[in-house]
Each structure stands twice: as C-alpha cells, then as structure tokens.
C-alpha cells in the first residue's frame, strides 16, 4: 500500500497541462495566445465535468455511493485526488 501511495501522490511542486507557460513562450504573441486559448478550452472541460457530475439524469450518477468523475478534470490541488493531467507520468 505504501509503494501503491507513493507512485501516484502527485508531487507538490508537480506542473500540470496548461497550469503556467513557459517563459520563453511569452515573448511570441501568436503562441501566448495560442496557449491562453488552449487554457480557456481546460477550463472550460472542467465545468463540463463539474456539470454532468451534478446532472442526475446522467447514466451512475444517482444512488448511494455515488464518486464524482474527476480523473481528467485539467486541474488539481496536491497529494492523491484522482484529478489533474500532470506534464510528465507517474508509472
């Protein structure tokens, strides 16, 4: 259990797709902008989970027991939440 633990905490210094840009990325307007419009997108898939996890009438998403689907959700906060797309893979 511990090593199962260990492998998928996400780290607290871990970055995550479309958290922050490079910084040499913001010196071109045609890629910032690019990447603001790629971080809209993330967001805007986060409240399309968020969404169909309140929305009863969905397949599983009624009854006792019911876990919200978070596991693709763009962002996360550290430690084991099942949620985030990190920029590297923990096996």
Same mark, same amino acid.
């Given at each position: 259990? &511990? *090593?199962? @633990? !260990?492998?998928? =905490?996400?780290?607290? @210094?871990?970055?995550?797709? /479309?958290?922050?840009?490079?910084?040499?990325?913001?010196? @071109?307007? %045609? +890629?910032? $902008? &690019? #990447?603001?419009? #790629?971080?809209?997108?993330?967001?805007?898939?986060?409240? %399309?989970? @968020?969404?169909?996890?309140?929305? =009863?009438?969905?397949?599983?998403? $009624?009854? &006792? /027991? !019911? %876990?919200?689907?978070?596991?693709?959700?763009? #962002?996360?906060?550290? /430690? *084991? =939440?099942?949620? /985030? *797309?990190?920029?590297? !893979?923990? +096996?």
């Amino acid at each position: 259990m &511990a *090593v199962l @633990d !260990i492998l998928s =905490t996400h780290s607290p @210094d871990e970055e995550y797709i /479309g958290e922050k840009m490079e910084p040499s990325w913001g010196e @071109d307007p %045609v +890629i910032k $902008n &690019a #990447f603001e419009r #790629f971080r809209e997108r993330l967001k805007k898939l986060e409240s %399309v989970i @968020d969404e169909r996890n309140e929305n =009863t009438k969905l397949m599983n998403r $009624n009854g &006792a /027991g !019911i %876990v919200p689907y978070e596991l693709l959700k763009p #962002f996360s906060k550290p /430690g *084991v =939440t099942g949620m /985030g *797309v990190p920029c590297s !893979i923990s +096996i």
